[in-house]
């Protein structure tokens, strides 16, 4: 039974880890700066050593395939692979991972002369953390691109446009990358689970039966710039103080009003002037929301729009509410579920059926093909920072669970 090499993943893992990485560990590489493209281009040539036919294409995806140097439906390919865009001060396996134990697969396919009846090849998708719009590469790859590319914006204020052009793109031509319809027969993602079930069952794999849809807003609350000594409390139209009310009712109305898995997150807040002896006369918040149910989602934001504009009432100012990006819950194969536990029986593991509770490129994948993903445990359910890892046992049980799967759906499974 054929099986990848650990140890020329790990030396690749580790390679990678250094394009972006932090003096404590972890690694910032968000997408298009200049980390990620010498890291592109490290991927490109590990890929073509590899033996693999390469490309880019105009959303920045990258690609190895093992022959034609494009996708066809006249030859419709098996496909995996993640992204090597990072969090700030993340890990060096989200994404990562999933990229580089694709590469491994499709170079040991290579090397051992296996046969397979359909085309296998592996990308690495662009900006799939979302800095300028969640998933935005794979978006672009199955023609889901919507908004205007001009008006993308990273939270410090760089636009899309400007940091792809940088990098030698042009984001107004991102739409050109999608692929022809039939082009994808399958779609395998290898992830780390980025929670603790996995570990605290004790299971090596998990098979994905559905994965969470994200919805980002850019909430703003616009008041009043006073001095913050003179102006009477009673008189203040305090924005930041609005923000604060809308983000505690916010998270409340999530928690009672979701579903038992919904969750939401501000992660960025920012206010105007910002200085100790200002009212802050705006104030900005990043808004997420996710859950797998569509139904639940979609009334969720509709319902913390409508609470935005309370907030404001009560506070006597302004509201303006920016959709950043929404992403629609995906379901998984059930061909590449089957499939994925088929691959695991054969290799003596035990799997759980699981949903995602984080978004990732395989939920835009299911629009043009079947689409599964395989989860390992993350050690202590740790992700999204520079101590996340998976033990080396994790990562190749993953990793030959994930070339079985390919050369099964190859093999038209």
Same mark, same amino acid.
């Given at each position: ?161 400007? #940091?792809? $052009? @940088? ?5 107004? %031509?991102? =739409?050109?990358?999608?692929? !022809?319809?039939? +082009? ?121 729009? #409508?609470? $935005? @504009? ?5 506070? %006597?100012? =302004?509201?303006?509410?920016? !959709?950043?990006? +929404? ?87």
């Amino acid at each position: 039974m054929i099986a990848i090499s650990l140890p020329r993943l790990t030396s690749r893992i580790n390679a990678l880890a250094r394009f972006g990485a932090l003096p404590g560990g972890g690694v910032t590489r968000s997408c298009w700066s200049a980390p990620h493209e010498e890291a592109r281009a490290w991927l490109l040539g590990e890929m073509r050593a590899a033996g693999l036919a390469t490309w880019v294409d105009p959303a920045g995806n990258t690609f190895g395939s093992l022959g034609a140097r494009a996708l066809s439906p006249e030859t419709p390919a098996v496909l995996t692979g993640s992204h090597i865009d990072t969090v700030p001060e993340g890990g060096v396996l989200d994404g990562a991972l999933g990229v580089l134990a694709g590469l491994e697969c499709l170079q040991v396919v290579r090397e051992t002369n296996t046969p397979h009846a359909k085309p296998l090849a592996v990308a690495a998708w662009s900006d799939e953390e979302g800095r300028y719009g969640s998933l935005f590469g794979s978006r672009a790859f199955c023609g889901l691109l919507e908004g205007n590319v001009d008006e993308m914006a990273a939270p410090d204020g760089t636009r899309l446009v400007d #940091a792809m $052009a @940088h990098a030698g793109f042009d984001a107004r %031509r991102a =739409a050109d990358a999608r692929t !022809p319809k039939g +082009a994808v027969s399958s779609y395998v993602e290898l992830h780390i689970e980025q929670g603790p079930r996995l570990e605290e069952a004790g299971i090596p794999i998990g098979v994905v039966e559905a994965i969470v849809g994200v919805r980002r807003s850019r909430v703003v609350f616009v008041g009043q710039a006073d001095h913050a000594g003179t102006t009477p409390m009673e008189r203040r139209r305090d924005a930041f103080l609005a923000g604060a009310d809308y983000a505690l009712r916010a998270r409340e109305h999530v928690v009672t009003r979701g579903s038992s898995v919904s969750v939401t997150n501000i992660g960025v807040v920012r206010v105007h002037p910002g200085a100790s002896n200002i009212v802050p006369g705006r104030a900005e918040l990043l808004h997420e929301m996710r859950d797998p149910d569509p139904g639940v989602l979609e009334r969720l934001a509709k319902e913390c729009a #409508a609470l $935005a @504009h309370d907030v404001a009432r009560t506070h %006597r100012l =302004a509201v303006e509410l920016y !959709p950043i990006s +929404a992403t629609t819950p995906a379901q998984c194969s059930a061909r590449v579920q089957a499939t994925i536990e088929k691959a695991c029986a054969k290799l003596g593991l035990a799997t759980r059926r699981l949903y995602s509770a984080a978004g990732h490129d395989a939920q835009n994948l299911a629009r043009v093909g079947d689409a599964g993903m395989i989860f390992i445990p993350s050690q202590g359910g740790r992700s999204h920072r520079v101590d996340e890892m998976s033990d080396p046992a994790a990562i190749q049980r993953g990793a030959n669970v994930l070339l079985h799967t390919l050369l099964a759906l190859a093999d038209g499974a």
